[in-house]
């Protein structure tokens, strides 16, 4: 991996991609230090000190620290998110949204468009939550104007991630939506760490709970690297054809299909649902009785809400796991284009035959690394429940961040394959 980002690096029109990444995210982390006005500093830090390792913990992480000290990217990049899962939905349920994404490329940036529109929604209800749900005892403002201001900027913030990760996919490498995420949670670790290693100075964990959370985070970056390197390639045959005096076809080939097609996504789209009860404490309030039942029954910081919380993680995170896998590939076109293309699977009749036993060494595949990827994304997190301790670094965190490392590692390799292709054409 090292080796070809080297590569990478040394052609001047992939590194001014890479180049390009770099500098949004530093601006990512630049905009991360900018207040939303109107609101008290002092009095942000003491509300989510009193809160710190609570519900929104994971909010705060997740967003770079952004949450935390409620900057202007305060709802992150996660209203695009959740607008991506709620417009993916709709797609197979609306049949004029399923035609409108069968369209092609006009399709597709339709269809982006109005994901942008309801993520602007979503954090325009987000910022409302956040502001006068959990932070309204910071807010500084005497008229309507003021509070305006407020939401606007957070939902500018929000707005203004969007763009810097749709540009990332445009004119970088790499998937934005992730690196942004990515970028989020590499910003924490150093604190994460230190404050780990002062909790066990101080004799309030042990240090034999540092080194078992040091083995997990091992574990856990060389188990998704086997999940995401791993794959089964299914033999593909090309029958010989006679076009004039010339010969086509008769190579052999195959279909390398990955354990985890999906990536991290899946535990990105599941962290998003299960973050929605945290948002209605926000706008309920923490002593309000309808909070105090979504903390105990649906939230890590409850003590059945951790077992509650991790049940549905696992369900989620296997459905979104199925689902984007399905949506990436489509057995029923894929044995089309086979067919239309004269190749075949040996001993499999092309047409439906080829297209189920696609769809079966699919799910045979997909299953167990989705068990695998929902148990390593919540046993960590309940470890850190039954220690006291918040080791960011070793639970759902760092799946997404070697996640997103291996996935861009890989579009640099395919950048440069295209590159060599190219020049080899010339």
């Known amino acids: 991996m090292i080796q070809t980002f080297r590569d990478a690096w040394k052609i001047p029109e992939i590194r001014k991609k890479l180049l390009f990444t770099l500098l949004m995210l530093v601006v990512f982390r630049f905009g991360s230090h900018i207040p939303v006005p109107f609101m008290n500093r002092e009095a942000i830090a003491q509300i989510f000190n009193q809160s710190q390792?609570?519900?929104?913990?994971?909010?705060?992480?997740?967003?770079?620290?952004?949450?935390?000290?409620?900057?202007?990217?305060?709802?992150?990049?996660?209203?695009?998110?959740?607008?991506?899962?709620?417009?993916?939905?709709?797609?197979?349920?609306?049949?004029?949204?399923?035609?409108?994404?069968?369209?092609?490329?006009?399709?597709?940036?339709?269809?982006?468009?109005?994901?942008?529109?309801?993520?602007?929604?979503?954090?325009?209800?987000q910022a409302i939550g956040y502001t006068y749900g959990f932070y309204r005892q910071a807010v500084n403002t005497s008229n309507m104007f003021q509070d305006f201001v407020i939401i606007a900027s957070v939902v500018a913030g929000s707005t203004f991630l969007i763009w810097i990760g749709e540009m990332i996919t445009e004119r970088g490498i790499g998937n934005?939506?992730?690196?942004?995420?990515?970028?989020?949670?590499?910003?924490?670790?150093?604190?994460?760490?230190?404050?780990?290693?002062?909790?066990?100075?101080?004799?309030?964990?042990?240090?034999?709970?540092?080194?078992?959370?040091?083995?997990?985070a091992v574990a856990i970056?060389?188990?998704?690297?086997?999940?995401?390197?791993?794959?089964?390639?299914?033999?593909?045959?090309?029958?010989?054809?006679?076009?004039?005096?010339?010969?086509?076809g008769g190579q052999s080939t195959h279909i390398p299909i990955k354990v985890l097609m999906s990536g991290v996504m899946p535990i990105i789209f599941a962290q998003t649902i299960m973050s929605i009860p945290s948002i209605f404490v926000m706008f309920q309030g923490r002593e309000s009785d309808a909070a105090k039942f979504l903390t105990k029954w649906f939230t890590p910081a409850g003590n059945v809400g951790i077992f509650v919380y991790s049940i549905f993680m696992v369900l989620l995170i296997v459905f979104f796991t199925f689902f984007y896998t399905a949506i990436q590939f489509n057995t029923v076109e894929y044995s089309k284009n086979l067919q239309q293309n004269g190749g075949f699977i040996p001993g499999i009749r092309p047409g439906k035959s080829t297209s189920d036993y696609l769809q079966r060494t699919v799910n045979r595949l997909v299953f167990p690394g989705a068990i695998a990827l929902a148990i390593l994304s919540v046993l960590p997190t309940i470890l850190e429940k039954v220690t006291g301790m918040n080791f960011s670094f070793g639970g759902t965190s760092l799946i997404i961040v070697v996640g997103v490392i291996l996935e861009t590692a890989r579009v640099l390799e395919q950048q440069l394959m295209m590159r060599h292709y190219k020049g080899f054409l010339k």
Do not use: C
């Not at 949204?97 to 209800?125: C, F, P």
């Not at 910003?187 to 034999?208: H, K, L, Q, V, Y």
């Not at 086997?226 to 010989?240: D, F, M, S, T, W």
């Open 53 to 125: 390792g609570g519900i929104l913990s994971f909010l705060d992480l997740m967003s770079g620290g952004n949450f935390g000290h409620f900057s202007i990217f305060a709802t992150s990049i996660y209203p695009y998110i959740t607008a991506s899962i709620v417009l993916q939905l709709l797609t197979i349920a609306i049949p004029s949204l399923e035609a409108l994404s069968k369209e092609g490329e006009t399709g597709r940036k339709k269809i982006a468009q109005y994901t942008r529109y309801l993520a602007v929604a979503l954090a325009a209800v």
């Open 176 to 216: 934005g939506i992730s690196l942004l995420i990515f970028a989020g949670i590499v910003a924490r670790f150093p604190a994460d760490i230190w404050a780990s290693i002062r909790m066990a100075s101080a004799g309030m964990t042990s240090w034999a709970w540092v080194a078992v959370f040091l083995i997990l």
């Open 221 to 248: 970056v060389v188990f998704v690297v086997l999940l995401n390197e791993g794959q089964r390639r299914i033999p593909v045959q090309y029958a010989k054809r006679v076009v004039g005096r010339k010969m086509y």
